[in-house]
């Protein structure tokens, strides 16, 4: 869930991934802003723009001229991508001095603009969501390709999150860097993070399975179609304050996300912090940052949360609290691949680091359905796979979902 609060991820800079819908505790995407685990590589560099050292087997030019006195050298490809990896760890590098001084200015002279306004909101979001401080602990090139005033760089970091009672978080995820030239100096647009929402496929592209598990999902995928609507209900989950670390959890339904990058999602959420249980709503749309709504959301309350595709690009989604009888509607605009329906139960995201899950105890979804193919299914009959959230470090099983109902449409996710 990626707001001015948090991100929603899709995290998931440092801190627990992806910003997430309205947090003090970031959900998800996020973005350079969100969402993790799957550990694929989203592009491949090659092909038109790729930049490779010339062929062992070419032919040597006899005589090279002299260059005009006037004459503007052109970069080599290695020099080039050089230029664009320095960039890449320089403003890693500034992102962490900023955070310690709480001086976001800092990390502007690598960023454009839009880029550099959704730095700022991690920033705050992740101060929000109890994160007194941030470290890179690695970095690693795995890509990088040029192609006239863009660039594509592909790196595997490694970013630690310290919280307000001391405990740390380490968290590694891969990063698709955008960059732009700008008055002849490369400036990042956009750093996305492919397995920030960590798709239950297992990688990048794949589409869940049976037995699919996720570090942060839990609930049901359809993939295999056309989606183009989906809804569920579900009565807001009272949360027990424990501890003193920052947790949180989603409850929401979405389309995309599954096998892409792509995903638009609405639902509500708890945070935990400092003893205290906040509960919002919220919709996202990766890799920007989660944002709340103007909804009363209480635990205890029963929500209903719709997406609907007006039009191509343009969508429509609605949260009614049919307990308060309080609503929102409201459309975004959004490229959607359209490619998968999900109802899930989520650990949301700070940064670049799942946050800890909390206390929900169990959510039930009633009334599920989706638009698959221009027919309204149910998650059953559009062949939804269940997805279990496990710790991928200690092998735990932290959420799992139940079978679905004999109506097709209906199933829980209990804490584990």
């Not at 890449?88 to 960023?111: H, K, S």
């Not at 942060?216 to 995928?221: A, L």
């Amino acid at each position: 869930m990626t707001d001015t609060d948090a991100t929603r991820t899709p995290p998931e800079k440092p801190g627990p991934s992806r910003p997430r819908a309205t947090l003090p505790v970031v959900v998800a995407v996020a973005a350079a802003l969100v969402i993790a685990a799957t550990g694929a590589i989203g592009m491949a560099a090659g092909g038109n723009g790729s930049l490779s050292a010339a062929s062992p087997g070419a032919t040597p030019t006899p005589t090279i001229p002299a260059a005009s006195p006037s004459a503007t050298p052109t970069p080599s490809p290695q020099s080039t991508v050089a230029a664009v990896e320095a960039l890449v760890q320089t403003a890693n590098d500034e992102q962490q001095r900023p955070f310690a001084q709480n001086d976001p200015t800092l990390m502007r002279d690598t960023a454009t603009a839009a880029y550099y306004a959704q730095l700022v909101q991690l920033d705050a979001a992740m101060r929000s969501g109890g994160v007194t401080g941030i470290q890179m602990l690695s970095l690693t090139f795995d890509q990088a390709a040029t192609q006239g005033n863009a660039a594509q760089v592909v790196t595997t970091e490694t970013w630690q999150a310290t919280f307000t009672d001391g405990s740390t978080s380490a968290d590694t995820s891969v990063n698709n860097y955008s960059l732009v030239l700008v008055n002849g100096a490369w400036k990042i647009a956009s750093d996305t993070q492919p397995n920030t929402n960590v798709p239950p496929g297992g990688s990048a592209g794949s589409p869940p399975t049976v037995g699919s598990t996720s570090r942060n999902w839990s609930g049901y995928v359809a993939t295999g179609g056309t989606f183009t609507a989906v809804t569920g209900t579900w009565t807001v989950p009272s949360v027990t304050a424990t501890g003193t670390k920052p947790a949180a959890e989603a409850t929401w339904v979405g389309i995309g996300g599954a096998t892409t990058t792509d995903l638009v999602q609405a639902g509500t959420q708890s945070t935990v912090q400092n003893g205290l249980v906040q509960y919002s709503a919220w919709i996202e749309t990766l890799p920007q940052a989660s944002q709340n709504v103007p909804l009363t959301i209480s635990a205890g309350d029963t929500v209903t949360v719709s997406l609907t595709q007006q039009l191509p690009g343009t969508w429509n989604i609605a949260i009614r609290n049919t307990t308060t009888g309080g609503s929102y509607s409201g459309a975004v605009t959004y490229a959607s691949s359209v490619s998968s329906a999900e109802w899930i139960e989520e650990a949301p995201s700070v940064g670049r680091g799942v946050v800890t899950l909390d206390q929900f105890g169990a959510v039930r979804f009633t009334n599920a359905s989706t638009v698959k193919d221009g027919q309204t299914v149910t998650p059953a009959a559009a062949a939804a796979l269940a997805v279990q959230m496990v710790n991928t470090k200690t092998g735990v099983q932290l959420a799992t979902p139940s079978a679905l109902g004999t109506d097709g449409a209906s199933f829980s996710v209990t804490r584990g």
